[in-house]
């Protein structure tokens, strides 16, 4: 068989069986197009026929490949790590704006490191910490940070449970889906890391824990930026107490939703 006939007989969208054939046979978009009659080995025909099944039982692209473009890197992923989304780049580029030459970041929860190594190889004279709970999490990010040569300092931690020094600016991107919402079971969701995704109660309580101890291990001045889902910008603006924080708002992504909020302390 050769990949013409293999792509046309594909269970799943022809776009996405060209990127699970490409990646299978190690082949260039270039080559897919020129070398779509060679016949194709046995063996090379169900590696691929393989990854069409598990991509037709619902298992993200991104997972069967490997990796996932993030804010113009490539960076691996695995199921120990949530798949970056283009929507977390507003996060990005909200701290960027907000970055001093040399300051001082710390990206809680970083996951595959898509923020940290983004904001790093961004600005490659700041200095960028990143923490996980997740010891396999962080495996994955310092392996994105080495893959891109980015200096991100990575540590384990619950929070702030390990967070001793104060910094110009933290950020993060939480788990904030609500337990029982029914898009953990759709979709890409359900191959996911669970404990990424939501907090198992209310969807607030990482969001809270954030907040709250954000004064503690920020800088005079120091902003604190959060992701969070499309019906929580309100709930998560009232957490900053305007006798510590000011400039306290929200800031819409792509789809025209309220995805980021943030505050400086005093
Ligand atoms: N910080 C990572 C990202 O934005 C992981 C976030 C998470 O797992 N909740 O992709």
């Known amino acids: 068989m050769n990949l013409e006939d293999l792509l046309k007989s594909a269970p799943i969208e022809i776009m996405e069986a060209r990127i699970l054939a490409a990646h299978s046979l190690q082949w260039s978009r270039v080559q897919l197009i020129t070398q779509n009659k060679q016949t194709l080995s046995t063996s090379q025909v169900d590696d691929i026929q393989r990854l069409f099944r598990r991509r037709l039982h619902g298992e993200p692209i991104a997972y069967l490949i ?16 949530l798949i970056p989304r283009p929507e977390t780049e ?8 907000r970055m001093t030459s040399n300051a001082r970041v710390l990206d809680m929860g970083t996951g595959s490191g898509a923020i ?3 904001l790093a190889h961004t600005r490659p004279e700041s ?3 990143a923490s996980d709970v997740s010891e396999q999490a962080l495996a994955v990010s310092q392996r994105n940070s080495d893959r891109h040569q980015t200096a991100v300092t990575f540590f384990q931690s619950n929070w702030y449970e ?3 020094e104060k910094f110009d600016l933290i950020v993060c991107n939480p788990p904030y889906i609500r337990a029982g919402d029914s898009h953990l079971i759709q979709g890409d969701l359900r191959f996911e890391p669970v404990d990424a995704l939501t907090d198992h109660q209310t969807g607030l309580t990482a969001i809270e824990i954030i907040v709250q101890g954000a004064p503690t291990y920020l800088k005079s001045g120091g902003w604190l930026l959060l992701e969070h889902g499309y019906d929580q910008a309100h709930l998560t603006r009232e957490l900053f107490n305007p006798s510590t924080w000011s400039d306290v708002q929200s800031w819409r992504d792509l789809a025209g939703i309220e995805r980021v909020s943030g505050a400086k302390l005093h």
């Open 127 to 129: 200095k960028i910490f």
């Open 162 to 164: 390990q967070v001793s």
């Open 66 to 81: 490997g990796q996932r473009e993030f804010f113009g890197l490539s960076f691996e992923v695995t199921p120990a790590v």
């Open 116 to 118: 940290a190594v983004a």
């Open 90 to 97: 507003l996060l990005v580029e909200l701290a960027l704006e």
